[in-house]
């Protein structure tokens, strides 16, 4: 079945730093989607990018669709961007998606 | 805060009982999903919904989970007699259509004892 594979598995900033998360997949995905998890658990969506490059505020999505992979770029991190970023994929056109395994994000001040 | 909303945040339930959770999806989306994470924060899709119909369910669900989306009440998700393999985080998502972006509510955390 579809894997999806994050690294790396966690990732320790100082504060002002830059971050860069990496995706890759085993088939095509026809919907790619970053979200970030809170400790508490809420999932929050960060960046639809199937393909393409993608900006939205402090963060830069790049798929690069015949690769088969995907990169999330935080730039000047802070201690509330500490997290979990799980990279989430449709690569059976369904809906349904299969997600990553995450990068546990610690930014320290 | 997110616009789906699932109730409650936190359920304990005893092995054996009904264990009923809720999601309000957001406005304008016909299609809900429903997930499991478990405790090593793996993912396992459970069923989805377009408008009131059940369109993919695996099969743990259809054997031992009661789920519906009624027209103009909230989207539910009963398991009829839990397990202790049942502990987790249940997350709802909504989106417009099949391949259009998802919004995830904050979860339901249940332990079962």
């Known amino acids: 079945g579809q894997q999806v594979q994050q690294s790396p598995a966690s990732l320790v900033l100082q504060e002002g730093e830059n971050a860069e998360l990496q995706c890759n997949f085993s088939?095509?995905?026809?919907?790619l989607q970053w979200f970030y998890q809170s400790p508490g658990g809420s999932l929050v969506s960060l960046l639809s990018n199937p393909s393409g490059t993608k900006h939205t505020g402090r963060l830069t999505s790049t798929t690069v669709t015949k690769e088969r992979r995907s990169s999330l770029h935080i730039s000047s991190s802070q201690t509330t961007d500490s997290g979990t970023y799980l990279c989430a994929i449709d690569g059976t056109n369904t809906g349904k998606l299969t997600f990553g395994d995450g990068t546990v994000l610690t930014v320290k001040p | 805060n997110s616009k789906v909303i699932q109730t409650p945040r936190y359920l304990v339930k005893g092995q054996g009982q009904k264990a009923k959770m809720r999601c309000i999806p957001e406005?304008?989306?016909?299609?809900v999903f429903w997930y499991q994470q478990n405790k090593n924060n793996e993912f396992k899709f459970l069923i989805n919904f377009q408008n009131q119909e059940v369109l993919q369910q695996i099969d743990m669900t259809e054997k031992r989970f009661s789920a519906e989306c009624p027209s103009n009440s909230p989207c539910s998700l009963e398991i009829q007699s839990s397990e202790a393999g049942d502990s987790a985080l249940y997350l709802c998502?909504?989106?417009?259509?099949?391949?259009?972006?998802?919004?995830f509510g904050s979860g339901t955390r249940l332990l079962v004892i």
């Open positions: 406005k304008g989306h016909p299609v």
């Open positions: 998502a909504s989106s417009p259509g099949q391949n259009s972006d998802y919004t």
């Open positions: 088939s095509t995905a026809t919907q």
